[in-house]
């Protein structure tokens, strides 16, 4: 899953995804107003989902659960093939397995160019379920 993460005092954003292991694998950070701002999410942001309430309601932060969207989908997985059969894919799916399908890409295109493969088209991704394979 992925979460965004806002504060009271400033217009500052962090979004912190988790894998399908419940561990920490995404941190961005948006609109960070200075160096010790920008620190903030490495060194407190929870490796574990299990954590992030506590740890946020500890810390009177604000976060919500992101949706990931087809697009972000499209632009971060990056082969640009069957964009209608991968818009169908991604519809028939609930939305637990599209945060997992997007929060493995980055772990599946490093795998595809360690075993010099190709990566799948991106329904078929979908539709195999490539996020399980580590697993």
């Known amino acids: 899953?992925?979460?965004?993460?806002?504060?009271?005092?400033?217009?500052?954003?962090?979004?912190?995804?988790?894998?399908?292991?419940?561990l920490l694998c995404e941190v961005q950070t948006e609109e960070m107003p200075d160096a010790e701002a920008q620190e903030w999410p490495f060194r407190h942001a929870p490796m574990r989902e299990a954590d992030v309430k506590a740890v946020f309601h500890a810390a009177h932060l604000k976060f919500q659960t992101l949706n990931v969207t087809f697009d972000e989908y499209w632009k971060k997985y990056g082969v640009k093939e069957g964009k209608k059969d991968t818009m169908s894919a991604w519809d028939r799916m609930p939305e637990a397995k599209r945060q997992l399908a997007f929060a493995y890409i980055d772990s599946y295109r490093a795998k595809c160019h360690r075993e010099g493969t190709r990566m799948q088209y991106p329904a078929s991704y979908l539709r195999a379920e490539r996020w399980l394979d580590h697993t």
Do not use: C
């Not at 899953?1 to 419940?22: C, E, F, H, P």
């Open 1 to 22: 899953m992925r979460y965004l993460i806002t504060g009271t005092k400033s217009q500052a954003r962090v979004i912190l995804g988790y894998d399908g292991n419940g």
